[in-house]
């Protein structure tokens, strides 16, 4: 198979994973469908153009992007640089500064595996009693919440939490297509603090799912928003995400800031 042929199958491959049909993609792209077909089954060559518009309007995350253009013989136009490079210098910056102007509210940090690159200080409450093994190989959100020595003993609420947990994490890896979220997906999922949950009925007197999370100073209620840079250019920042949680009720929000100020108070 040549590198054309490649790039007619990977493109065939998103197309089909966002549900287009040749004629719908070739008149959103301005290109004829006869010659969409073509490029789908390597007859035709794209342009180096062609590659990038096509997954722009298939919403083809940028690391896919650099993969369709290697695929049709180009070089990839997206670079992915640590996070630590001085590229990014004004990201980090940036991140510390959600991070610490969150407090005294948690909030983390994470790539596009949910492997948590930064977290405030208020987040060390996630952290407290968590063995080992729910933080191995490298913290992750998602094995820290569902994992039987993370936090899924303490989750008042764990089969809601997990129920939505686990749709997120299958429609993200859905939507990507990336085979590093269903191996998480699959690891997940047949944690014993997962298997065994009864499947949830939705409540009516919330408008959020909040986590309610045991605490020996008494249960705290949290929801969550999460954010992505806007325009990246950049791998490594496309893939990057800020959650960060608020309380659900005036105890929570009392609790965290006496949490706070006893931080303060012990510096």
Same mark, same amino acid.
């Given at each position: 198979m040549d590198g054309t042929t490649g790039f007619g199958d990977l493109l065939r491959g998103w197309r089909e994973r966002r549900r287009r049909t040749q004629l719908d993609l070739s008149l959103a792209a301005g290109v004829s469908a006869r010659h969409l077909s073509f490029l789908e089954t390597g007859r035709s060559r794209p342009s180096r153009e062609m590659v990038l518009r096509l997954a722009e309007h298939l919403d083809v995350p940028l690391r896919e992007r650099n993969s369709l253009l290697t695929a049709a013989g180009f070089a990839p136009v997206y670079p992915r640089r640590d996070l630590d490079a001085?590229? %990014?210098?004004? =990201?980090?910056?940036?991140i510390d500064l959600v991070l610490r102007g969150h407090e005294p509210y948690?909030?983390?940090?994470?790539d596009r595996c949910w492997d948590v690159v930064g977290l405030n200080r208020a987040a060390g409450?996630? %952290?407290?009693?968590?063995s080992p093994e729910a933080l191995s190989p490298a913290p992750n959100a998602?094995?820290?919440?569902?994992?039987p020595g993370g936090l899924a003993?303490?989750? =008042?609420?764990?089969?809601? =939490?997990?129920?939505?947990l686990l749709g997120r994490l299958r429609h993200d890896m859905e939507v990507s297509g990336d085979p590093d979220l269903a191996a998480l997906l699959d690891e997940v999922s047949g944690f014993p603090t997962v298997r065994s949950l009864p499947r949830p009925v939705p409540s009516r007197g919330e408008v959020v799912l909040p986590v309610r999370l045991r605490h020996p100073r008494g249960e705290l209620a949290l929801f969550t928003t999460v954010a992505t840079f806007g325009t990246p250019v950049d791998v490594t920042v496309a893939e990057l995400a800020l959650e960060t949680f608020f309380p659900a009720d005036e105890r929570t929000a009392s609790l965290l800031a006496r949490f706070a100020e006893e931080a303060d108070d012990a510096a």
């Open positions: 001085p590229e %990014l210098a004004q =990201v980090r910056a940036a948690p909030a983390i940090a994470v409450l996630f %952290l407290d009693g968590v998602y094995r820290l919440s569902l994992h003993p303490r989750i =008042v609420n764990l089969p809601e =939490v997990a129920h939505h």
